[in-house]
Nanobody, 122 residues
Framework: QVQLVESGGGLVQPGGTLRLSCAAS????????MAWYRQAPGKERELVAS???????NYGDSVKGRFTISRDNAKNTLYLQMNNLKPEDTAVYYC????????????????WGQGTQVTVSS
């Protein structure tokens, strides 16, 4: 089991900055991939950014150059630094943990936080 708790969302003006945090209940070095997803009303959930246990990062095309995903292993916390926010960034942002266990069989698990609202509006 992995419990995830997001924080840091809020209301900002276009061009503003927010930093989201995701606190995990276990050491994140044991989690293969951690990621941020978002979902806006009437739209499908989409990947924003991901980071592997080895530090490899991937970003959605719409946020490249503006958002940065990072982690603090000592604090078991995932971050999303969001700069130059745009109205189209408005969504509920979810923290995700993907765990793969290989023993005699391969087991995969996905864990989700409750989400935090980000609203970008003037």
């Amino acid at each position: 089991q992995v419990q995830l708790v997001e924080s840091g969302g809020g209301l900002v003006q276009p061009g503003g900055t927010l930093r989201l945090s995701c606190a995990a209940s276990r050491r994140i070095l044991s989690i293969n991939v951690m990621a941020w997803y978002r979902q806006a009303p009437g739209k499908e959930r989409e990947l924003v950014a991901s980071i592997t246990s080895g530090g490899s990062q991937n970003y959605g095309d719409s946020v490249k150059g503006r958002f940065t995903i990072s982690r603090d292993n000592a604090k078991n916390t995932l971050y999303l630094q969001m700069n130059n926010l745009k109205p189209e960034d408005t969504a509920v942002y979810y923290c995700n943990a993907h765990v793969v266990l290989v023993t005699t069989t391969t087991l995969q698990y996905n864990y989700w936080g409750q989400g935090t609202q980000v609203t970008v509006s003037s």
